[in-house]
T-cell receptor, first 111, second 114 residues
Framework: QKEVEQDPGPLSVPEGAIVSLNCTYS??????FMWYRQYSRKGPELLMY????GNKEDGRFTAQVDKSSKYISLFIRDSQPSDSATYLC???????????FGRGTSLIVHP | DADVTQTPRNRITKTGKRIMLECSQT?????MYWYRQDPGLGLRLIYY???????NKGEISDGYSVSRQAQAKFSLSLESAIPNQTALYFC?????????????FGDGTRLSIL
């Protein structure tokens, strides 16, 4: 079992939908949780960063961490075609600057 | 100018050739990373460096070497390329914010080894 599991998709939704992207993990020592967005032919960009548990909101994006279930989520409200990309979750332990990445979920938002 | 610049963007070469991929950054970050990305496998760490005198192996360092020439420059070499090193390669940097996690990535080098 990989340390970080992420469904590769693709996930196809209509414009305006609420999108939920998820990752599960097995290492209870993870404390830093990140979401990266990667457009085709581009490098990943850090989208959301959360330390420990709880929610974090930034505009249309909400990152949620449930350490008891070892489950993290990224919600996108009012999804737009420009949100079409691959979303990678990543996480690392305290004091480590070496995250473990999920395989990425391909999201397609169609008009 | 991009924060993290990788050269070349694309490279096709033959088995056995020595190849160098270069990365330069304007962020002033101490931490730099080299990753490879393969379809279905996500990002895997090859090497990382936390300052000019610090070089560390990642999970898949065999067949690769690196050089940290300056704070801003971090090069990845394939001493004798083989076809299963065909992949997309990314350089990344990390600063003191966002938990010092990799934050800025280049646009990648698409490497094909025939």
């Amino acid at each position: 079992q990989k340390e970080v599991e992420q469904d590769p998709g693709p996930l196809s939704v209509p414009e305006g939908a609420i999108v939920s992207l998820n990752c599960t993990y097995s290492n209870s020592a993870f404390q830093y949780f990140m979401w990266y967005r990667q457009y085709s032919r581009k490098g990943p960009e850090l989208l959301m960063y959360t330390y420990s548990s709880g929610n974090k909101e930034d505009g249309r994006f909400t990152a949620q961490v449930d350490k008891s279930s070892k489950y993290i989520s990224l919600f996108i409200r009012d999804s737009q075609p420009s949100d079409s990309a691959t979303y990678l979750c990543a996480m690392s332990t305290g004091g480590s600057y070496i995250p473990t990445f999920g395989r990425g979920t391909s999201l397609i938002v169609h008009p | 100018d991009a924060d993290v610049t990788q050269t070349p963007r694309n490279r096709i070469t033959k088995t056995g050739k020595r190849i160098m991929l270069e990365c330069s950054q304007t962020k002033g970050h101490d931490r730099m990373y080299w990753y490879r990305q393969d379809p279905g496998l996500g990002l895997r760490l090859i090497y990382y460096s936390f300052d000019v005198k610090d070089i560390n192996k990642g999970e898949i360092s065999d067949g690769y070497s690196v050089s940290r020439q300056a704070q801003a420059k971090f090069s990845l070499s394939l001493e004798s390329a083989i076809p299963n090193q065909t992949a997309l390669y990314f350089c990344a940097t990390a600063g003191e914010g966002v938990g010092s996690q990799p934050q800025h990535f280049g646009d990648g080098t698409r490497l094909s080894i025939l």
